[in-house]
């Protein structure tokens, strides 16, 4: 019974991810203006906007780099439109959001390189698609290796994959991309995520100064040099309780969902867990703790009041060792925690269905992982 509810949860949370071709970093991904800071080469490319059929509508265009802020924001009349983008090099990723009539249908993304680039660009069900990118090779191919990673059924060939390809592009920004893949994986051990933070600090390549890495080295960094007694330190206060600290669990695994009250992701997938589904398979076998982040104690306990949880929530409350969240809640949105009973570290993801698919891997039989296939990252 209980594998077959972790199958319907797996199914129901993860194939939809799985499925999945953007390149949308999650969390708090977002690029900040420092290049001159840290001395990142920076270059202008032709980039050529082209109006799918489907994107006719578009009548204004807004783009931005890695580097954070916009390079244009213009009305847009023409079937085309070419405009010089300063790159970070050698590629760099382009934010671009399509309007209509000043509504925004959202922003898709894709990977250039110098000295010129096409962007295809269709409306497609209200949010902006990238059709194609032409004459610049490098979103093709980072598409085609991660299509290669996804379609791989077995998690350990992945695992190898995506390790191989992060070495091969560590002097570039895609290695972003594949780093979140690599730590989004489900079959990801503690041992992983040290010998990929000592790999990558070993290479340190001038690209790896980039702020748009940095939330994902910091996820990295997390996994790999976390202690278990720091988190013993901090302290939660449930609704009309007293502040206290977390005990060991009688589980297997625990999971800490990081989140404010008023964040709409969060809310949604508190509605998600409530689902019979994942109270049967989820909840009953891994409990779950939801830890608010909101300086407003007022609107979390209203945010309570709203809803009947099922599940424990609580409040952080900061001691003279500062919060939990300043550690592992690293995304904008929700941060779903994942530790063993002893307090270890095993994984921080972004969204339910990461850390369902990530359940669903460990409470399973794992598939030993062969030798010398994870060669130089064992």
Not at 1 to 21: D, G, S, Y
Not at 133 to 145: F, Q
Not at 167 to 172: E, L, P, V
């Amino acid at each position: 019974m209980k594998n077959a509810l972790f199958f319907l949860l797996f199914v129901t949370f993860c194939m939809p991810v799985l499925a999945q071709k953007s390149f949308k970093m999650s969390g708090n991904t977002s690029p900040q203006a420092v290049h001159s800071a840290v001395k990142l080469p920076v270059k202008p490319t032709s980039i050529t906007f082209i109006k799918k059929p489907n994107g006719l509508i578009i009548d204004r265009l807004s783009v931005r780099t890695s580097l954070g802020s916009t390079s244009f924001d213009v009305n847009w009349s023409g079937d085309s439109l070419t405009k010089e983008v300063n790159i970070c090099l050698p590629v760099d990723v382009l934010f671009i959001e399509a309007f209509a009539a000043d509504r925004s249908f959202g922003a898709a993304s894709c990977w250039v390189d110098r000295p010129r680039a096409e962007v295809y660009l269709s409306v497609i069900a209200g949010r902006t698609r990238i059709d194609a990118v032409g004459i610049s090779s490098v979103d093709a191919a980072l598409r085609v290796k991660l299509l290669e990673v996804n379609t791989r059924r077995n998690y350990v060939d992945r695992k190898a994959v995506l390790a191989r390809a992060i070495m091969s592009r560590k002097s570039d920004l895609t290695l972003a991309p594949l780093l979140e893949a690599y730590l989004n994986l489900p079959n990801l051990s503690i041992r992983n995520a040290i010998s990929m933070h000592s790999y990558l600090n070993s290479a340190r390549p001038r690209i790896h100064k980039h702020p748009y890495l940095a939330p994902l080295k910091k996820r990295l960094k997390q996994l790999a040099k976390f202690r278990k007694h720091r988190l013993l330190k901090y302290e939660f206060k449930p609704l009309n309780g007293r502040p206290q600290k977390l005990i060991k669990p009688l589980s297997s695994f625990i999971v800490l969902n990081f989140y404010r009250s008023y964040d709409p992701q969060s809310r949604k997938d508190h509605q998600e867990m409530q689902n019979l589904p994942v109270l049967d398979s989820l909840l009953r076998e891994v409990p779950i703790i939801s830890i608010a982040q909101d300086d407003n104690e007022g609107d979390w306990e209203a945010y309570l009041s709203e809803n009947d949880f099922e599940w424990p929530h609580w409040l952080e409350v900061a001691n003279k060792h500062g919060k939990a969240s300043e550690e592992l809640a690293i995304f904008e949105g929700p941060a779903y925690v994942l530790l063993d009973e002893n307090f270890f570290l095993h994984g921080i993801y972004p969204d339910l269905s990461l850390l369902a698919q990530s359940l669903y891997m460990r409470t399973q039989e794992f598939e030993p992982e062969r030798k010398g296939v994870m060669k130089g990252l064992r």
